[in-house]
Nanobody, 128 residues
Framework: QVQLVESGGGLVQAGGSLRLSCAAS????????VGWFRQAPGKEREFVAA????????KYADSVKDRFTISRDNAKNTGSLQMNSLKPEDTAVYLC?????????????????????WGQGTQVTVSS
């Protein structure tokens, strides 16, 4: 199994930037698709972005496309989410997740139930 720990959240003004990190332990992250999800109070967990095992393919929710960038460093066993031009509606707990499913199969890798391992989350608050 792989354990995931997020960091980098905080309070930022609208238009600002934050970089979230996801540190993996227990097993190499390189065999997993890595995803980021977010959950605001009273709302369902929402897909943000995902990246393939070798980093060659990425996928984004329309709401964050062109503002957020997902990346990974398999040598360091980490994943990252660079968030620019943040908006108040981006406020949520952001969670890193790992899936043993791959892109190019029948899995969309946009659904929370397609990811087997989860971090505890990090709070991102964007003030207007």
């Amino acid at each position: 199994q792989v354990q995931l720990v997020e960091s980098g959240g905080g309070l930022v003004q609208a238009g600002g930037s934050l970089r979230l990190s996801c540190a993996a332990s227990g097993r190499t992250l390189s065999i997993y698709t890595v995803g980021w999800f977010r959950q605001a109070p009273g709302k369902e967990r929402e897909f943000v972005a995902a990246i393939s095992q070798n980093g060659g393919y990425t996928k984004y929710a329309d709401s964050v496309k062109d503002r957020f960038t997902i990346s990974r460093d398999n040598a360091k066993n980490t994943g990252s989410l660079q968030m620019n031009s943040l908006k108040p509606e981006d406020t949520a707990v952001y969670l890193c997740a790992a899936s043993s499913y791959w892109f190019g199969t029948s899995y969309s890798l946009e659904r929370p139930d397609e990811f087997q391992y989860w971090g505890q989350g990090t709070q991102v608050t964007v003030s207007s």
